[in-house]
């Protein structure tokens, strides 16, 4: 008898929570600023022109110059291009400082998406070279890691959120192992700064 309490208790707050969830709606889109590194091209290019479509202000970071004048002839007004290298520390600041410089005064950035990353050498473990590990760290965990903390000021200001985009590889160790290392490290990363984000 007690064993059927429980599950439909549990069964009546799965729905309410799912109804709940269900109303919760993003407003003023056009008040909200993103950030999303690799745009150049796939996921990154993608989220941009979806939430071009919202009505979102997005700024835009790609890799080359050319993935950044593509985008941009291809966006809205709403979307702002620029030219950033996650492994490269003065290239983050710069891009911070025209980030801060480009918000209307007082606001930060709703949300940060950290999509930048490489596939890296895809050979077994022993056959790869530290340098083949060093320059996959630098772009999906480093390179993460840096933009995160370099835009997380602005992301407070706004209340905002930080997305960081992982994959399976770094939960389950398939794939390359320089991708999947960086991977692991992304998601120990992520709960650390969920943990701290939300404790302060």
Not at 109 to 136: F, H, K, M
């Amino acid at each position: 008898m007690m064993l059927r309490k429980r599950s439909c208790i549990s069964s009546v707050t799965d729905k309410v929570v799912t109804w709940l969830r269900s109303r919760m709606r993003v407003g003023d889109y056009d008040k909200k600023h993103v950030l999303v590194t690799g745009c150049d091209t796939g996921f990154g290019c993608l989220l941009v022109k979806r939430l071009d479509v919202l009505g979102f202000r997005v700024f835009a970071a790609c890799l080359t110059s050319q993935g950044a004048e593509k985008l941009q002839a291809a966006s809205s007004s709403r979307v702002t291009t620029l030219v950033l290298d996650v492994t490269d520390e003065k290239s983050i600041s710069a891009a911070r400082d025209f980030v801060a410089a480009s918000l209307p005064e007082g606001q930060g950035l709703w949300g940060v998406v950290n999509n930048a990353a490489i596939a890296g050498p895809n050979a077994p473990s022993e056959w790869v070279s530290r340098d083949g590990y060093q320059t996959c760290l630098a772009v999906n965990l480093f390179g993460l890691i840096d933009v995160t903390r370099t835009f997380l000021p602005l992301v407070r200001r706004a209340r905002g959120r930080v997305v960081n985009i992982s994959s399976v590889s770094g939960r389950i160790a398939v794939g390359p192992s320089p991708y999947c290392v960086s991977k692991y490290g992304v998601e120990a990363f992520s709960d650390c700064l969920r943990y701290g984000y939300t404790h302060r």
